[in-house]
Each structure stands twice: as structure tokens, then as C-alpha cells.
């Protein structure tokens, strides 16, 4: 990716996670590895995604830990990509995406794909940043301590 | 951005979204927009971006609604970059985005800029994506319900 500062000398959390996964095609290849997609062809027929891009980020992914490459749990030559634990703590951001998506980018009654708990079937709740004691809180009750 | 798929057709809520800001550039003017960024020679010197990328970011933000372009507050001729309401509501994501980065890309004692409540100077809680009833949900408790 292009960037014109050093990441691994950047303070800012954000713009080291950006580094990592701030690209679409990561982002929808980490989707769709928690959809339970874990074979190359399967990312490809899923995202319509161009062999040498898809291997390109399946690769940045497993460099980057947040993917394992392990042989398929059926005994088939094909490798499997599973999400490592590092790539499973990936959850919230794949969910604030679909959140923000959800109640900005479809129209009124638009139907979408929906995030359900299994056990209840029912869609997870709005997730809000939250002060320490718990309390949701808006962006401007919040501030960056940037390093002195 | 060279997606295949028309995304207006898609019924995923995280690719719609990343249609919009998924690129590390947009993400990076989001977040410099929550910490009160403004002008656009302000965002070049925060973020060491082309002058012709910023362009382009700021103006794709600017069509999809999530900034609005302001007069400067102090009269002056620069205009101002604010984010709009919608824009304020990736405040999870950006949240999401600086707790993974915080946790997974910083070696042990490593200091990082930190979110904080000014109210009380604490950090923010962390967001985990919840069930309806309120519980901390993992990946695989929740699934995605298609469209059928």
C-alpha cells in the first residue's frame, strides 16, 4: 500500500490497523473468512475478485497473522485459510461496518443480509463506543491523548 | 475503486460499506476529521498524502455524504471539511479500528495515542460486538442471514 509515512513509526493505532487491512479486498476477503469461506476458489467465486489480487491480499493476510494457510479438514490437496486469533479480534470492526452500512446505505425497507445470534436468531445489538464505566459515548465527549 | 460487482446490487451490508470508505486514505481523513482536522493543508501536513489523493478522498467523501464542505468558521477564505451525520456515525468503526491496532500491533510497553473520555480522562471500554439481550458475542455464535 502506498504510504508515504513509516507505519511501524506511527503512534496511532488506527493508522496501523489501516496498514494492515485498510483495503477493500482485505476487508471482504476477513468477511467473508467469518462467513466460514476458506478455499481460494470459494474467496474468488464469492468477491469476484481477480486470481492475482486475490492472492496477493490472501498472502498480505497470512504475512500479517491474521490468516493460517492449513491443509483442508477433508484430506483434499486444497489448503484452507482460517482466521487466526488474531484475525478473529477482527470481529468488531467487520461488525461496525455492517452496522454503519446497514442504517446509512440502503434505502427504507431495502431488504439486506443480517448478523444473527444463532442461538436466538435475533440480529446483535447496536454496538456504541462506551466510556469505562459503561456509558455510550459520542464523539465529542471523546478525545485522542496523543504521545507527548 | 475497482470493484467487479455493482454494489448498489449488493445486499451485504459490510460491502456497501466498503465500497465507500474502504481505503485506507478515506479512513485516515475520517479519523483526523473526529480529532477536529479541517482545512485541507491541515490533512496533507497530518497525513503526508499527495495533493491529488486528498483530493480525491476528500472529494469522494464529500459525494457520499459523510463530509460536508463548510466556510471556515473564523471567515477566512479556507473552506472546512466537517463530518455530517452520518459521517459522525463511524465512530465504531474508527473505534473498532484503533482497539484491534492497540491490541495486536503494538509490542508489549510500546506507548500509542489513546482514545479517552475527557470527562474523566479514562480510556474507552472495549467494543465487543453483543446479542440482543445485551451478552458478548463470538464469531461463531452469530451467523449471516441471506437473503433468500
Known amino acids: 500500500m502506498n504510504n508515504s509515512k513509516t507505519m511501524d513509526a506511527q503512534p496511532c493505532p488506527v493508522a496501523r490497523s489501516l496498514d494492515v487491512i485498510g483495503d477493500r479486498w482485505s476487508l471482504l476477503v476477513v468477511r467473508d473468512a467469518f462467513d466460514g469461506v476458506r478455499r ?9 475478485a481477480a486470481r492475482n489480487i486475490l492472492s496477493d491480499r490472501l498472502r498480505r493476510l497470512v504475512d500479517a497473522g491474521i ?4 491443509p483442508a479438514a477433508n484430506g483434499s490437496a486444497y489448503q484452507a485459510y482460517v482466521l487466526t ?12 461496518l455492517r452496522q454503519w ?13 443480517e448478523l444473527i445470534e444463532k442461538r436466538t436468531g435475533r440480529p446483535l445489538h447496536f ?9 455510550v459515548v459520542s464523539p465529542d465527549e471523546t478525545e485522542v491523548r496523543k504521545l507527548s
Do not use: K, W
Not at 490468516?67 to 492449513?70: H, I, K, R
Not at 486469533?85 to 477482527?90: D, F, I, N, S
Open 40 to 48: 481460494f476458489s470459494d474467496f474468488q467465486r464469492s468477491l469476484g
Open 67 to 70: 490468516l493460517a494457510v492449513q
Open 85 to 96: 486469533e488474531q484475525g478473529q479480534a477482527l470481529f468488531p470492526i467487520v461488525v461496525a
Open 101 to 113: 452500512g446497514e442504517q446509512h446505505l440502503f434505502a427504507e425497507g431495502e431488504r439486506h443480509a
Open 127 to 135: 454496538m456504541a463506543p462506551r466510556a469505562a464505566d459503561g456509558r
